[in-house]
């Protein structure tokens, strides 16, 4: 049951061959038994989650159900959801609850889907290995220890372990396609607007962008659309109508061009990934695409820029946790200043804080012009590339991450190097591009992902080419073993 699609799974609630009260039991057992281990979720809320499979049973036995409706899923601790714990991974809100809910949430709730609880995530989603959250390291499920991948490794982990058929994950700088590469799942970043950032706790909220883990470029595709559009809550939010992204993924890639940034395939890349990467290339060269090579001058100055701008905007972000209003206060302070500074100091985690402070200094009067507008000005430019490359081709392809899962604190003392685990999905971010990440073979026994880059909103055609490759092979199928029982 649980290593099924999600349209799978949806014909067998229509015909009433399982209850979605069952189907939504099952993922709750399958969570008692393995995440003891993995620890993909902070909370659990399989009351909440049977509560609601009960009234997605009455709306298919009275005909009012939609495609999605009782099929369970898992949502990131990033999305507020009211009355349930939202800790973004930090103890500076494990005592907080929201008294609403994102619009991601209200979206999926009101397509009918049993939340089966929240996601361990990095701290305030900093982070590429899930090494920074509160609630202690998520584990791979292809091997244990190793990384997930972060921000969303709760999500990834969660769902290539099958303990919930799909979940909800955001993108800053790589989140969600750089864990889902790591685990052997599909990941897809929308284009930044495409999505309400409504009630999700914001790290860079120029970056930040909220998306959707599956087994399948198929099972995204389905999730996406109901969380995807305009919310006058998001003022960055674009109206601009939702296509049904199921419809076109059967579409040919005859003629497809696709563009491989030469810069993508230079030092760095590990060679049993490039060799994977090629050969999923060739697959769709067999399914008539076209290759070109580009250039995308300006790639090797996006971490640079992004750990500029994201850390810039994440210390005005997180100004608003300051022990008075919500979240952790520090116990008997002597007076104002000293409640702030040691809330502050005691609640957030190492990286956290060290972004704070890279970010102050950054934004600071003397060192504005010098840092933060120079980034800004790199990120201009950065995006030009894209735009000027999208005039020759049609999506881009390359790496996702240029590891395969590394071991838990393998890189924990050196933030520079954890830092480039994101050198090929922080540029797309930096251009607000959608991208996803897909499955595309095994290096020594771990997944490794190819990224596929489209132009602004083209969300459906990266799904398409993405669904054609996974029409055509099965990586996306396997499933690390201990889990499959
Ligand atoms: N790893 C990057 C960072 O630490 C990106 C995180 C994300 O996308 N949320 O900021």
């Excluded at 202690?136 to 982990?157: E, Q």
């Excluded at 997180?318 to 952790?328: A, E, P």
């Amino acid at each position: 049951m649980h290593n099924k699609s999600i349209a799978e799974l949806s014909a067998a609630l229509q015909s009433k061959d399982i209850s979605s009260v069952e189907l939504t039991q099952h993922f709750i057992e399958r969570i008692k038994k393995y995440d003891n281990d993995l620890n993909s979720f902070i909370t659990q809320t399989p009351d909440l989650a049977l509560e609601a499979a009960k009234v997605a049973d009455a709306s298919i036995a009275n005909g009012s159900a939609g495609a999605l409706t009782g099929i369970p899923l898992a949502q990131k601790d990033i999305f507020c959801t009211n009355g349930v714990r939202t800790s973004c991974g930090s103890k500076m809100l494990d005592n907080f609850t929201a008294p609403y809910d994102a619009t991601v949430v209200s979206n999926l709730n009101a397509a009918g889907m049993p939340m089966l609880g929240k996601l361990n995530m990095d701290e305030f989603a900093m982070g590429s290995s899930n090494e920074n959250s509160f609630y202690g390291a998520v584990k791979n499920p292809w091997d244990t220890d190793r990384v997930p991948g972060g921000s969303s490794g709760g999500s990834a982990a969660c769902v290539a372990a099958r303990l919930a058929p799909v979940a909800t994950g955001t993108d800053t700088g790589g989140s969600i396609r750089q864990p889902a590469s790591m685990c052997g799942i599909t990941g897809i970043k929308p284009t930044y607007g495409r999505v309400s950032r409504f009630g999700i706790v914001s790290y860079a909220s120029s970056l930040d962008q909220a998306g959707v883990f599956g087994r399948s470029a198929e099972d995204c595709a389905m999730l996406l659309e109901p969380m995807a559009g305009f919310d006058e809550k998001d003022s960055t939010c674009i109206d601009k109508p939702v296509p049904n992204y199921a419809a076109n993924l059967n579409d040919s890639l005859q003629g497809l061009k696709i563009g491989l940034p030469k810069e993508y395939f230079s030092n760095g890349i590990d060679g049993n990934i490039e060799k994977l990467i090629d050969e999923a290339i060739a697959e769709y060269k067999k399914l008539g695409a076209e290759v070109i090579e580009i250039s995308l001058p300006n790639s090797h100055l996006s971490i640079p820029a992004y750990y500029v701008i994201a850390p810039a905007e994440c210390s005005s972000n997180l100004s608003r946790y300051d022990g008075v209003r919500y979240g952790y206060r520090c116990e008997d302070p002597k007076d104002l200043t000293d409640m702030y500074m040691r809330s502050r100091g005691e609640a957030f985690g190492e990286e956290v804080l060290r972004r704070i402070m890279v970010g102050t200094y950054a934004l600071s009067a003397g060192y504005y012009d010098a840092y933060y507008l120079q980034a800004q000005k790199i990120r201009r430019l950065i995006s030009e590339d894209f735009t000027k490359a999208f005039e020759q081709v049609d999506v881009i392809m390359g790496p996702t991450a240029p590891t395969t899962a590394f071991k838990i604190g393998e890189k924990t003392d050196d933030p520079v190097t954890m830092y480039l685990s994101d050198i090929y999905t922080i540029a797309v971010n930096l251009a607000g591009l959608p991208g996803i990440s897909v499955p595309v073979g095994m290096a020594d026994k771990l997944p490794a992902g190819l990224q596929i880059i489209g132009n602004y909103f083209d969300e459906a055609k990266i799904l398409n080419v993405a669904h054609q490759y996974q029409q055509n092979t099965d990586w996306h199928l396997q499933m690390p073993a201990a889990y499959q029982a």
